[in-house]
C-alpha cells in the first residue's frame, strides 16, 4: 500500500509498534509537545536529555505533562554523547534534535569513537504531503549536505529511494532538478544531473527511475512536459516522487517554500546512521515533529537496528 498522506504514516506507525526516541537538549515546548503526542497517540517513547529541571520548567510553562516520559539528565555538552549511548546499549531506536544546533548535534552523531556511524553517507530527506496532488512528494537533501559532488549525490538519492519504498513507492520516480533541461557547462548542476541518469542508465541504481536534469515545473507538471516536448518515455518528466536538488541553499528553500508558501504538511528525517535523526529547524511546529517522528518510526520498522 503507498501511504499518501502523514495521518496514514501515523497509523502505519502505530501498527508497527512503540518505538523509543531520545531527544537531545529536550527542554523546548514544541519539542515536548511532539514526544507528549506520540507517546499518546502510541507512535513512540521519550528519554528526554537534558537538564532534567530545565525540561520540567518547559513542560510545566507549557501545560504539558511529563508522565510516562524519560527524563536523562545531561549537561549540554554531553547530551549527544548520552543519546548515542542510549541507541549503541539497545535502549532507544531513533535520535531527535531539541533546543541545539544542527552542527552540535551532527557533530555528536558523526563521532568516530562514540557517534552513530556505520560507513554511510548521510542525507536528509523531506516528506510534503501535496494534496492537491493526491500523494507525497520526497525532497534531499534539503538539510545536511552543503555541495555534493557526485559520488555523495548517488548515495543522496540511494537513501531517498529507501525512504521512499518504506512508504509503499515500489518504483519512484526521481528527478535530479536544475534550472534548464539541458547539458550547459556554465550550469554546473546540470551536469552533475546528467551524470545521475548517465549512473542510472548504467544499472547504478535499483528500484527507482531517475532523470535529469530537469526544471521543477518539468518534474511535476504534465503540461509542461508536452509543452516542452520532453520525451515522455524517459519515465520521470510530469510525475516525479522524488525531488533531488544540487545543493543545499536550492534545497533548504524550496523546502521551506513547500511550508510556508504552498502550506504543504512536512515532515523529514536523516538517514545513514544506526538509527533515523529527526533533525527539523526549531521553528517547526509540534505538529511538523510529530510527523516526523512517525515517519522515522516508519523507517525503523523497516530497516531495525
Known sequence: MVLKNFEEIRERAREAGRQTLAVVEAA??????????????????????GRAEEIRRAAAEAGIGLDGLELHEAAPDEGVKAAAALVREGS??????GHISTGAIMKGVLDK??????GAILSHTMVAQADHYGRLLLL??????????????????????????????EEPKVA???????VNPK?????????????????????????????????LSEFAVKAKG???????????????????????????SFIYLARYRCGGIIIGARVPVVLLSRSD??????????LACVYAQFHPY
Open 140 to 169: 534531499s537533501d534539503a538539510g545536511l549536505n552543503i555541495a555534493p559532488d557526485a559520488d555523495v549525490l548517488e548515495a543522496i538519492i540511494r537513501n531517498a529511494v529507501t525512504v521512499a519504498h518504506c512508504l509503499g513507492m
Open 285 to 294: 511546529t509540534s505538529r511538523t515533529k510529530l510527523d516526523s517522528i512517525a
Open 230 to 256: 520532453y520525451p515522455p518515455e524517459r519515465g520521470v518528466a510530469g510525475s516525479a516522487d522524488i525531488l533531488i536538488v544540487p545543493e543545499l541553499v536550492s534545497g533548504n528553500v524550496l523546502g521551506k
Open 28 to 49: 523546548d515546548a514544541e519539542v515536548l509537545k511532539a514526544c507528549r503526542e506520540a507517546k499518546d497517540a502510541g507512535i513512540a517513547d521519550s528519554i528526554l536529555i
Open 92 to 97: 532507544a531506536t531513533m535520535l531527535m534534535k
Open 113 to 118: 569513537e562514540n557517534g552513530l556511524r556505520v
Open 176 to 182: 535530479c532538478l536544475s534550472a534548464i533541461e539541458v
Open 187 to 219: 550550469i554546473p548542476s546540470t551536469e552533475l544531473c546528467a551524470e545521475m541518469r548517465r549512473r542510472y542508465e548504467a544499472g547504478a541504481f535499483e528500484g527507482c527511475v531517475v532523470d535529469g536534469p530537469m526544471a521543477l515545473d518539468l518534474a
